[in-house]
């Protein structure tokens, strides 16, 4: 799969993410570290953190 269609696939999936987390009800969810590793965690809101740069994070 090239580069661009492999991003374009991944751009797709993540809105339907977020789509899903908009509409969710449930507060505990299992959160990826990668690597196929998860941990349990929970939403306390739906803000996002955005990174913009080397380490660099945003609050949306």
């Known amino acids: 799969m090239n580069i661009i269609s492999q991003q374009t696939?991944?751009?797709?999936?993540?809105?339907?993410?977020?789509?899903?987390?908009?509409?969710?009800e449930?507060?505990?969810i299992l959160t990826s570290l990668g690597k196929g590793v998860?941990?349990?965690?929970?939403?306390?809101?739906?803000?996002?953190f955005v990174e913009v740069g080397t380490g660099l994070r945003l609050k949306n």
């Open 9 to 24: 696939l991944e751009l797709s999936k993540f809105g339907e993410h977020l789509d899903e987390l908009i509409s969710f």
């Open 26 to 28: 449930e507060k505990k």
């Open 38 to 48: 998860f941990i349990k965690s929970s939403i306390d809101e739906k803000k996002l």
